[in-house]
């Protein structure tokens, strides 16, 4: 299998905890969660030292403190967590100008024609990882292979700390004995369903013709047959486009009176008009999203022939969409707003929303050769 492209995707290990434990001594070492640890708090990041106990991002706080006793809750500093993001990101760019942000802490790198260093994307890897670990006192887990995919899933083998390789000789054998659990986005209950079917990895999928994969999976059934033969011929972009900009929260109590939620969704509005006018970028559409005590997600929009660029209309179209769909949610836990069909484009880096966790993604190095 040939392919020209040479991909690093970078991921920072447990990056939000990471940081807290590098800035505070006390904490390394200790089951560590950033988040609220309120009834209704989230896990933002888990260290490795609470991940051996089953506590992992976005579990509820409650469930991880009964997983681990002894876990310590950290409230998120996202300035920091952004700061040193901008900071890891300057050392993808003395290498190559093709950075493609994910989140705060992982980023795909097209290093076909480096700007420095040498030609091999395995040396570049570990360069890059020793320079952040220099540089910040953190350690980053790097994929390396000729498309976004299994550079994807190759930095998820070796974590923490880790590096892996798959270079184009060995990318089917490898895809082929690959669980399908950890082929990346295959979530929990299309891996269960494959399961049932009897594919427990690559090699079962492979069997499937795109026809039956489609008649299965929908639309998604033309993306695991590409994918299980390593075919993915999506560019590393730096420019990616910001489809929504939004913001949600989930509160200690349920709400049920209307008035309450009018102030809640006001707030709501706010923070993303803020945004919104920090960029200059409003939209069309915005969506209002409310969860119920089951768990339940309800969301209603709507759509106008321009965008929305007052604080006064959004806050206004919030609450006739509430109005309009009372009946569907007379009680909720949590309530967001975003907004869509924005009008320019907006790098994915650009904005952090506010995320109300307290109420509410060089180690031993496997030798490969150095053309790749």
Avoid at 99 to 117: H, I, N
């Amino acid at each position: 299998m040939e392919s020209s492209r040479k991909i690093i995707h970078i991921d920072m290990d447990a990056f939000y905890a990471s940081v807290e434990q590098r800035d505070h001594p006390e904490l390394r070492g200790k089951p560590v969660a950033v988040g609220g640890s309120s009834l209704r708090g989230v896990v933002a990041s888990a260290s490795y030292e609470a991940r051996q106990f089953g506590v992992k991002s976005a579990m509820p706080s409650v469930t991880a403190a009964r997983l681990c006793p002894g876990l310590i809750f950290v409230k998120s500093r996202f300035e920091v967590y952004r700061e040193v993001s901008q900071q890891i990101r300057g050392i993808f760019h003395t290498y190559t100008d093709l950075v493609e942000p994910l989140s705060l802490d992982e980023a795909y790198l097209d290093v076909t024609q480096p700007k420095r260093g040498p030609k091999s994307a395995t040396l570049i890897a570990a360069a890059i990882r020793q320079q952040i670990r220099q540089e910040t006192g953190l350690t980053a887990s790097a994929g390396i292979s000729f498309n976004k995919f299994l550079a994807k899933v190759a930095s998820d083998i070796n974590k923490p700390d880790g590096m892996k390789v798959i270079p184009p000789e060995e990318a089917l054998a490898f895809l082929e004995q690959l669980p399908i659990k950890a082929f990346h986005g295959i979530g929990k209950v299309t891996a269960e369903k494959m399961r049932r079917m009897g594919i427990f990895n690559g090699e079962g999928l492979k069997r499937l013709s795109e026809i039956e994969l489609v008649r299965r999976f929908g639309k998604a059934g033309r993306h695991y047959y590409r994918i299980v033969r390593a075919l993915d011929d999506r560019p590393v972009n730096p420019n990616r486009i910001r489809k929504s900009i939004g913001a949600e929260r989930t509160y200690r109590e349920d709400i049920e009176d209307p008035a309450e939620m009018k102030e809640k969704l006001a707030y709501l509005a706010g923070v993303i008009f803020k945004y919104m006018q920090k960029s200059d970028n409003y939209g069309r559409t915005l969506t209002l999203k409310a969860k119920m005590p089951d768990f339940q997600i309800i969301t209603r929009s709507k759509t106008f022939a321009r965008e929305l660029k007052r604080l006064e209309e959004i806050t206004a179209v919030a609450y006739e969409l509430l109005e309009e769909h009372r009946e569907e949610m007379p009680r909720v836990r949590l309530l967001g707003l975003s907004v869509s069909n924005l009008q320019r484009e907006q790098q994915a880096e650009g904005i952090q929303l506010e995320i109300d966790f307290e109420h509410p993604n060089l180690g031993n190095e496997p030798h490969e050769p150095d053309h790749f």
